[in-house]
Nanobody
Framework: QVQLVESGGGWVQPGGSLRLSCAASGSIFSLYAMGWYRQAPGQERELVAKISSGGRTNYVDSVKGRFTISRDNAKNTVYLQMNSLKPEDTAVYYC?????????????WGQGTQVTVSA
């Protein structure tokens, strides 16, 4: 199974920026579809942004224009650059990998990293 290790969370004031990183194991990272999800207390986990193996990106409406997902296949790493952060962005952020195994696909999750936006 693919192992994912996230980093880069923390506390930031409203309007600030953070960059999350997620390092993945495996030799075929370029074939993984990667995503960032978040879960706030008492709420369901939601997709924030995703990037396909071909580099196509999608974002939830609430972060469009503020967050950017990118990937570096040479480093087996996906990033989430978060700018103009708002208190409502406070959540645990999880990295997800959707990857091929034999004739099907599987999913792996990171352990999560806390992002807190407050004055």
């Amino acid at each position: 199974q693919v192992q994912l290790v996230e980093s880069g969370g923390g506390w930031v004031q409203p309007g600030g920026s953070l960059r999350l990183s997620c390092a993945a194991s495996g030799s075929i990272f370029s074939l993984y579809a990667m995503g960032w999800y978040r879960q706030a207390p008492g709420q369901e986990r939601e997709l924030v942004a995703k990037i396909s193996s071909g580099g196509r990106t999608n974002y939830v409406d609430s972060v469009k224009g503020r967050f950017t997902i990118s990937r570096d296949n040479a480093k087996n790493t996906v990033y989430l650059q978060m700018n103009s952060l708002k208190p409502e962005d406070t959540a645990v952020y999880y990295c997800n990998a959707h990857y091929p195994i034999t004739a099907t696909y599987d999913d792996s999750w990171g352990q999560g990293t806390q992002v807190t936006v407050s004055a």
